[in-house]
């Protein structure tokens, strides 16, 4: 028996047959649909294109990165960029010949720095201006008509462990001035310290212009047994190779990698640092350890004075030419606030305990941050790590005090990352975590991100910044009680030119500008490794020494736990 479907109105009859094949094209039809929105949406996620070349024509002498793929801003966030790249504007520094020669560069042994006299004339006391004239050379010994060199200065006694950082200030002709606020009675030594001439910042510019990819950034790729590795970074140069897009769908951060030949992008597994590029610069000579890469200057004449006691009923002495005084200096080998609630000493793991005790901790950002987690974790018996199964470099990380309910985890930034592999899916932004944090009273937020920065464009330290303190914004909007507390960046160990041309304390004093900068309007703390680490007398390390990391930890725990009528 044969059964038929008929339209009435045109008298047409379908066969069931025929009516089966209609649904099964139309069920294809819409089914198609669906996986066009599918990999509409993945194409989202992980795009694959062509990074075009750019045309044949000569770039002016002051564009930058043309081929660095950096977030889009909005008209507001564009004038505050230009406004921060407006102040942290470095003075203009000498053209390097080809050949080139040391002879007409800043040399530390043939400068020489001076004591000026008390203002008003008599002895010294606590609370005075210190001025210290620095003029510099070159290696044929004669005066320095520039500026742009990069200097640092502090006054210290190490005998009363004791120090505190100097203000640098630049009068553009090949003269500095130092400015110490006297602190402490006693001895006090003044140091100053040639980090680069100004000749090695026009090659530092270069570089971060010319060659922001020096530091090798890879992924790895694996789909079965089949496996390839491809270079990652922001600033990709153009090639016909096609290019995996892994730009962060809620921050907008940007990273990209060249597309494996045979895999898709989704197979990505890892990202890791693979080296750094070679050959990229015939101008090594003005970055020698022990020449003129951080050098101290000698003293013409005396480099100390003694300092009595604050002087009754006189006021601190007047000067124009200072800006803002130290954050903080050093005495007994403890540091001191100025100008805020002083700093508490938390010298036993009772007392740490007790200030954390109900509080839940976050740690975000780069290596300096996770030593603070280390000092937290071996300072405290009762806090017992987590096995997360994860690498204890990179994290994430966990440790917990059941009794005093204290958590404290850690975990590091989005690329840019130098380091060993990390798994992709591990890859988080710092503004995305903030996001997923409740907050509250008994929640501590602190980060500390800037090492990893260097060799990129400044702008695109800015707008990471920029997303985090969005991020910010957003999270003391709905828990106004959490406490956030930011470490600021630190000078480190150059020795090469291979330190300094990745990690220079130039790039890094740029960093600290801005952060301070963006964030001085917000509810948040700062902890300033930045002085922290230039007034103590122990060299200076990325990873500052135990007994600068005890005091940035009382810092810490000071503001989480400040007491009253301290």
Not at 173 to 192: K, M, P, R
Not at 248 to 271: A, G, Q, V
Request: proline share 7%.
């Amino acid at each position: 028996m044969k059964f038929h479907l008929c339209n009435e109105k045109v008298r047409t009859c379908l066969p069931k047959r025929g009516y089966i094949f209609l649904f099964l094209v139309v069920f294809i039809f819409i089914l198609m649909l669906y996986i066009m929105d599918i990999l509409e949406f993945q194409i989202k996620v992980n795009t694959t294109f062509i990074i075009p070349r750019p045309a044949t024509v000569t770039p002016p002498a002051d564009m930058h990165y043309d081929f660095c793929k950096l977030k889009p801003l909005s008209t507001k966030e564009a004038l505050e960029e230009q406004r921060l790249l407006d102040s942290i504007a470095w003075p203009e520094t000498p053209s390097l010949p080809s050949p080139l020669s040391l002879n007409s560069t800043s040399h530390p042994a043939h400068s020489a720095f001076t004591i000026l006299p008390r203002w008003g004339g008599g002895q010294w006391h606590i609370g005075d201006k210190l001025e210290v004239m620095i003029q510099m050379h070159d290696f044929q010994g004669h005066l320095k008509r520039s500026g742009g060199d990069v200097l640092l200065a502090r006054l210290h006694n190490i005998a009363l462990g004791a120090g505190v950082a100097g203000q640098v200030l630049d009068h553009l002709n090949g003269s500095y001035s130092a400015i110490f606020t006297l602190l402490w009675e006693g001895n006090a030594q003044v140091q100053v310290i040639l980090v680069h001439p100004s000749e090695a910042v026009t090659e530092l510019r270069r570089l971060n212009t010319e060659h922001p990819d020096r530091v090798f950034f890879k992924s790895q790729f694996q789909l079965g047994s089949v496996t390839e590795t491809t270079t990652c970074n922001v600033c990709l140069r153009p090639t016909q190779q096609p290019v995996c897009n892994y730009t962060d769908l809620h921050t907008n951060e940007p990273w990209f990698c060249y597309k494996p030949k045979s895999l898709s992008c989704d197979t990505r597994i890892s990202n890791f640092k693979e080296g750094y590029k070679q050959n990229i610069s015939t101008m090594e000579k003005l970055f020698q350890s022990g020449v003129n890469l951080k050098v101290a200057i000698p003293p013409s004449g005396v480099a100390s004075v003694n300092v009595l006691p604050k002087q009754n009923g006189e006021s601190e002495v007047p000067s124009s030419r200072v800006g803002s005084g130290p954050s903080g200096y050093y005495f007994q080998g403890v540091w001191r606030r100025l100008g805020v609630t002083p700093i508490h000493q938390f010298n036993s793991s009772s007392a740490i305990t007790q200030c954390l005790k109900g509080k839940t901790v976050h740690m975000y950002g780069d290596s300096t941050m996770r030593q603070w987690f280390e000092y937290l974790d071996a300072a405290l018996p009762d806090l017992k790590a987590f096995n997360m199964h994860s690498q204890k470099t990179i994290g994430p990380l966990m440790s917990l005090d059941y009794k005093n309910n204290i958590l404290v985890t850690y975990r590091t930034h989005g690329p840019p990352l130098r380091s060993v592999s990390v798994p992709a899916i591990e890859l988080h932004y710092i503004a995305n975590e903030l996001d997923e944090v409740p907050g509250g009273r008994d929640t501590v937020i602190v980060l500390g991100i800037w090492a990893h920065f260097g060799t990129f464009p400044i702008e695109f330290f800015i707008r990471r910044l920029q997303t985090i303190r969005r991020a910010m914004v957003r999270l003391l909007s709905r828990a106004p009680d959490t406490l956030i507390v930011i470490r600021t960046g630190n000078p480190k160990s150059l020795k090469t030119f291979l330190h300094a041309s990745t990690n220079s304390d130039w790039y890094s004093l740029q960093q600290d500008k801005v952060l301070r900068d963006m964030f001085k309007e917000l509810n948040v703390h700062l902890v300033d490794a930045w002085e922290m680490v230039v007034a103590h007398h122990l060299p200076h390390e990325l990873h500052p020494q135990p007994s600068i990391i005890k005091n940035m930890i009382n810092v810490l725990l000071s503001y989480i736990c400040p007491q009253k009528g301290g």
